[in-house]
């Protein structure tokens, strides 16, 4: 969309300060610190605004969902929010670049908020999903994987940026991939399949722009997808282990063939693209949604929140969020173009990588384009978890704006 | 063009416009712009490049960028082709996601007797019923025998039944109690596959009183509901799986007039299938009540007096009876006031499906096909009963008059003496004419006239005569499976021996004279029989004999009466109807003293002939026809007692008990019949 140029100057120029263009303009030896910026000017809106208009969307289509469903708490919603905003703004102001030499303080928060939910006491299963604590005496739930997510790419952005944009020694190569090894087997001992695969799309696409060797990442790649061939392999073989849980082999199955299991996952996503289909142009409206407000689509504030958001907007509101997240996206790599520090470059490469994985992920899902994983569409999906992250991801963004001109 | 339409070629337009760009863009040199994964070689950097740490990121994270764009515009692509082109199919889906139609069944319609009295009514019932696989299931078999209190085999049984189709389900409990029903909706979590359902069951007051008339209902079958499917006529009933059709008798007969049509309510649902809303309604129509001409006092007297009768024929000796009909009908109009069959059956073992034990025995040859209406299925020799027929076929033909003399020595020798036959009374009537031959039953009378047609120009005059009286054709009465009966003559003997030489093929003298006693190849059905006596008591008409009177709608009243069809119109001189007519009513109070005895006691006139059918290797079987008054004929009594003996010491009996309950007057007579005519 950035590419889409338009025959005037000033259309132009609007264009591209939508994307955040504009700050590339600015003089390299701009002495401005964050201290005298004025508030203005420490916002990055190219991507505050998209990220508000989808916190907003995504509270409409929470809100539509709570008439029916009542697990949908509207005000649930909204608290996390509130939470998400308050975290958000505590990250923005936050000088990320003191991360930038705490590798080993990073890695050993990323391991501790991973096995937080395998702590006796503090453990908890929220809908049959582990990988919940309950904070004692405050009741307060949440998925400690999702903050994960964030240190996960402080942590490997700080490591890569110390190769300044080249990995030429395959040592190096290989103590970042087992870097990033480290949350990622940890996730999937909880099991979180999902987070786990988020993560590690995160850390390689830090890895790969961090300036890894072509021809290593496409051996990891090959490697990777042995792997995986292995697992599934082995795991639909009587007698061999059993790596994939049986609901995950299914959903795997399922994906090839929907037909295959018509009443479970089978059903659930054959649901969901009755869904996505039949809302057509326009969509059903608010609380039209059939599929959605009768119970045919399962998980229709959560996993599935895009099937009714599909339903009730139709191939409308699917163009406007797919826009709003495409606008966010691109105006970040605009962000990253312009850093400096390969620090701030890579931390916006993850945060983006994250971005446009649950995207792919769980809209692909609902379309029948990716299997079928518990995985939020950021922004959107009703929790509190992945409302406060997705917002301290905005943080994030923020707060390498704020600090990218002045000394490390 | 469509909005549709109008967005694709808008979103094709910029899509080209965009890679058109880029490629120019770099092609030109004029950009920036790079694109690369990892980095194989340091990177050269470029004039502009100052920045000295930046080295190959600018590559790489465009290529990143480029790769968010590509996802999301696969994504794009494939909401495009699912929501917009797509669409309709989905949308269709997702209504009938929603979408179920509901039926309700209608209530059958009654059948009531000709006073009213409900004969087969409905009653409200509770059923169980089960998918065909809870068989596969052992505990389930096992915990639902406990929870009916039924035999686990009995269960298991029930289940295996496929009666109502294979894919149907199956009953297993007919009227299950409150407690039940309530138990099984408690734990319908161990009960997969099994439900209760709300159905109306017919109901039969007088448990099998008339059970040949009213047939019975049951399951429609697959082949009925593929003649349904099938069916071009949009009046017709459309039947589905699991509904309740007539399946005999005047269920059967009047089916489209009972059956009711079927309620139906498009519902949207839930995905737990609970209602939502309505969307469209269509109430159940009730069926039609049936009114019959049956007399429910006179079936019970029939049914009962043939008891009596093959009681009777016990006490006589004939211990093989079992078997027997009656048919009660008026004269005046054809109405069937009664039509009684044994052995019987009750209809009820058909509620909720019968079981196969059950129908096998209800088929099986050993206890004599209980559910054949013997008095319109059932095809007999006429015997005796034949004889005024052929009387009037002898004064018709010039063969006799009323006053040709005949002398009967017991042991007929007409066709010379190699070929004699025995009368029944081997010890001769005597002199005899027409008259006094129908009273006696003199066979010796009727073998004389029997050899005169086999001699005479009009070989057939017999055959004619009967088939003027309406044999060898079905009466048409609004009952299934009314069977044809047979009046043989040459044409039929040589198609019908086939097999056997041209001389056993031949019509011989012998087939005249058996013809004119009623033996031999002649076969009629009770109803016929009484349809001819009849046409002989109204001098010449015959009204259809028939069992529907009118049809009730529900809150409405009558709708429709049968209108009584004249079927015959028998022209016959009036001295021959005097002469047979005289001749009954003296079969009934001159031939035997202690036949009389018991018709004395009756305030009207009652005319009739009896009948006793040999066969070889069988008991007797005996006949009484009656109508009566003699002069003005009401009623008209057909009786037949397979294996009894003698007509006048079996059937005899059921005719008199039938009208002593049309009279009021009951047979007090002890006198046992013993010098009666056969």
Known sequence: ???????????????????????????????????????????????ILPALMLVAFGLLVVWSASLTISDASFIRQLIGVAFG???????????????????????????????????????????????????????????????????????????????????????????LCLTLAVPFVLILIQPDLGTGLIILFTGAMIIIAGGAKRSWVLSTLAIMIGIIALVIISSMTEGLPHILKDYQLKRLIVFVDPSVDPTGDGYNLQQAKIAVGSGGLFGKGIGNASQAGQGFLPEAHTDFVFALLAEEFGFVGSCVLIGLFGWLMVSCIRLSQLCEQPFAKLVVVGVVSMWCFQVLQNVGMCIGLMPITGIPLPFVSFGSS??????????????????RQSPA | MSITTLLFILGIIAVVATIAIVIVRVLQGRSRFRVDIGSPQPQARSAEDSSNNDIGFKGRINAIGIGVLAILATLLARLWSMQLLSSREYVEQAESNRLRTITTRAPRGRILDRNGTEL??????????????????????????????????????????????AQSVRTVCVDATRSVVAFIAEHSDVFPGITVEQRTQRSYPFGSLAAHVLGYTGAVTEEQLDASRNSTDNSSIQYESGDTVGQAGVEFQFES???????????????????????????AVSGSDVMLTIDASIQQAAEDGLQHAIEMAHQYGYVNCRKGACVVLDATNGDILAMASVP?????????????????????????????????SGQYMSASTIKPLTAIAAINNGIATPDTPYYCTGYWTGFGGAYGQYCWEQSGHGDMNLHSGIIHSCDSVFYEIGKDFFYSDNREGMQEVYREFGLGTPTGVDLPGESEGRVPDAAWKWRYFSAYSDEDRQWKGGDCTNLAIGQGDLLVTVIQMACVYMGLGNRGTVWRPHVLKSILARDVGTVADYTPQQILKIDEPASNYDLIIAA???????ESESMTEHFLSLSHEVAGKTGTGERTGEDLTGWFLAFSPVDTPKYVVAAIVEEGGFGATSAMYCVRDVLGQIYGEPDLSEVEVSDATR
Request: glycine content about 8%; hydrophobic content about 45%; cysteine-free.
């Open chain 1, 1 to 47: 969309m950035a590419e889409i140029p338009t025959s005037s100057i000033a259309g132009s120029r609007v264009l591209e300060s939508m994307f955040g263009g504009a700050a590339g303009k600015r003089p390299k030896n701009n002495t401005k610190t964050p201290k005298n910026q004025g508030i203005a000017e420490s916002i990055y809106w190219p991507v």
């Open chain 1, 85 to 175: 905003v308050i975290a958000a703004i505590a990250v923005w102001r936050f000088d990320y670049r003191s991360l930038s030499n705490l590798t080993r303080i990073l890695l050993i928060v990323d391991i501790v908020l991973m096995v937080l939910p395998l702590i006796p006491g503090l453990g908890y299963e929220s809908h049959g999903m582990s990988g919940w604590i309950r904070i004692p005496f405050i009741g307060l739930t949440l998925q400690p994987s999702e903050l994960a997510k964030l240190v996960t790419i402080y942590l490997m952005a700080a490591l890569v940026a110390q190769y300044n944009g080249r990995i030429d020694n395959i040592q190096e190569y290989l103590k």
């Open chain 1, 386 to 403: 992945s409302m406060l992250t997705q917002l301290m991801a905005v943080g994030m963004i923020q707060s390498v704006w704020r600090y």
């Open chain 2, 120 to 165: 087969v009514t409905n009653r409200p019932s509770l059923t169980v019923v089960a998918e065909g696989t809870v068989l596969d299931d052992e505990f389930e078999i096992q915990l639902l025998a406990n929870v009916l209190g039924m035999p686990r085999a009995a269960v298991r049984r029930k289940l295996q039944d496929t009666v109502e189709g």
């Open chain 2, 257 to 283: 007039v009972l059956q009711g049509v079927r309620g139906e309510r498009n519902v949207y649902v839930d995905a737990n299938g609970a209602v939502t809303s309505s969307v469209t309604s269509l109430p």
């Open chain 2, 344 to 376: 019987s059956f009750e209809p009820g073992a058909f509620i909720g499906g019968i079981s196969n034990d059950d129908w096998d025995y209800l088929n099986s040859e050993e206890n004599d096909y209980p559910l054949m209406n013997r008095a319109i």
């Open chain 2, 584 to 590: 009954l009513k003296g079969v009934i109070y001159e």
